[in-house]
């Protein structure tokens, strides 16, 4: 047959892949027929262990010889064409169920690190998506590439990290409300006091104000086909009106927040009004700025710099609750609500990330090939690292004293705590590492956006994992002989 035929016929059919589903089935039986209780002589078990570690290197090196030039004989190469899947289903299967029922060891202690919770909830999804990542990665090749094995590493890395960051976004653009949606479809029986969410709060009747404002504003737009001139002096006082009802919205709840509490004729007023309230002043700068009544506000509104941000203002209104519950769902302790909360820790925070990507990408375009102009280039080179340092002290002042708000929560996730230890020693190693990489190249590669991509994140890996090691061979001993070398007082 055709050799283009290859992929389809035999590839990609389910026949051709029939073992690992069979050996998965039979263990999957053999673990509920014993309840995951099956003790293994630890002899019996060792021999078990060496002859599917044996295995699983012979399936995963077995084409070396094919791949660097010397093809496997016929025999042998069917041979491992026809076996090599379901051996590979058996070494891990034997691995789920080693471990299932008490004889997996140190492997079932890796395993088990709390690190992985979260890499194994997108193993199925990373497993859906990473040929698609692979054959991009390689369709974005313009040349040949030399493989050795420091570029089969780098690429290796940054195709695992790729298609978890992928596997990340899809699982929770669609697996996760899939999930939701099955929670909603077959609901749990809750509680009374955990109803105020779903009974009051997202209800639509409790929200139909602001709905039955824009409507009549729609209406009112449609009839009048946007012309509608009013008079200087009215257009000032509702101007005046709608703006004072917003502040008034926006800022209604400051002294309850600040420990005053509203008494409650005013906190029911409030509760049951603010969202139609709001609702009609959106509407009211929509129809001034549609009919020719917005001035200074619609020359502001109308910044072509605003044409980006309106497209994502309808999935912003939809995701910004969960990352408000998620900001707020952080939190460990009680947060008390000052003015620089509101007010210089934000714009720090703004003035912070816009300089930070400014260093970051202000080489942007003389890398591809259009080069600054002299000052500008002057003005980069003699203050990017000062900038950079200055914004990274920023990161670190602001989440030191309180002020890192989410940024803080990520940054002191526990899973970063290895990593700190490994910090001083991957910025000395990588440039050792990068050279390494370079160096072993045998011809120029066309740089594009997902090639930088992976090789950073190759860089990454691989600079962490000798990191480690380093960092065992010479910091530790360091470290554990000026401990016994100075003593602490007891």
Excluded at 40 to 69: E, P, Q, R, S, Y
Excluded at 84 to 112: D, E, K, P
Excluded at 130 to 151: D, K, L, M
């Amino acid at each position: 047959r055709n050799a283009d035929t290859y992929f389809s016929d035999y590839y990609i059919v389910p026949w051709c892949r029939m073992g690992p589903y069979i050996v998965g089935a039979v263990t999957g039986y053999i673990l509920y027929r014993t309840n995951g209780k099956c003790k293994i002589n630890k002899f019996l078990n060792l021999i078990l262990w060496a002859v599917f570690t044996t295995l699983a290197c012979l399936v995963l090196f077995g084409l070396h010889d094919a791949l660097t030039g010397n093809p496997l004989d016929q025999p042998l190469a069917t041979l491992y064409l026809t076996t090599h899947r379901t051996v590979w289903g058996a070494c891990v299967c034997w691995v789920i169920f080693a471990c299932s029922t008490g004889n997996g060891g140190i492997i079932n202690t890796i395993l088990s690190w709390k690190a992985f919770i979260p890499l194994s909830r997108l193993t199925y999804c990373a497993y859906l998506i990473h040929p698609i990542v692979i054959s991009v990665y390689i369709g974005t090749n313009r040349q040949a590439q030399i493989f050795t094995e420091i570029t089969y590493t780098f690429q290796f890395l940054g195709i695992l990290v790729t298609s978890l960051a992928v596997a990340f976004i899809l699982s929770v653009t669609l697996e996760a409300p899939m999930m939701g949606l099955e929670k909603t479809l077959i609901p749990k029986k809750k509680k009374n006091a955990d109803t105020y969410f779903s009974d009051y709060y997202i209800v639509p009747w409790c929200r139909m104000g602001p709905y039955i404002v824009g409507a009549v504003t729609g209406y009112i737009l449609y009839r009048t086909n946007g012309k509608c001139k009013i008079n200087k002096f009215l257009n000032l006082i509702l101007w005046a009106v709608f703006t004072t009802l917003a502040c008034l919205v926006l800022f209604g709840l400051h002294d309850a927040l600040t420990g005053n509490p509203l008494d409650q004729p005013l906190a029911t007023l409030y509760l049951t009004t603010h969202r139609t309230v709001w609702g009609a002043c959106v509407c009211w700068v929509i129809f001034a700025c549609s009919t020719g009544n917005g001035g200074i506000i619609n020359t502001i509104l109308s910044w072509k710099a605003f044409i980006p941000l309106s497209r994502l203002t309808y999935c912003a209104y939809l995701i910004h609750p969960i990352v408000i519950s998620v900001y707020i769902g952080t939190n460990r302790q009680a947060q008390i609500f000052t003015e620089i909360t509101y007010g210089i820790v934000v714009s720090l925070w703004i003035v912070a990330t816009v300089l930070a990507c400014l260093v970051l990408y202000g080489l942007y375009d003389p890398l591809n090939g259009s080069p600054l102009n002299q000052s500008a280039s002057t003005l980069y080179l003699t203050t990017h690292r000062t900038i950079w340092g200055a914004c990274v002290c920023w990161v670190v002042f602001a989440c030191a004293t309180g002020n890192g708000g989410y940024v803080n929560t990520l940054l002191s996730w526990k899973a970063f705590i290895p990593l700190s230890r490994l910090t001083y020693v991957a910025y000395l190693v990588h440039p050792i590492i990068m050279e390494a990489y370079n160096g072993s190249l045998r011809q120029p590669i066309q740089l594009t956006d997902l090639t930088f991509m992976f090789l950073f994140v190759g860089y990454l890996v691989a600079t962490l994992v000798i990191s480690f090691v380093v960092s065992l061979a010479f910091e530790s001993p360091m470290m554990g002989l000026e401990k016994a070398i100075f003593k602490k007082k007891k």
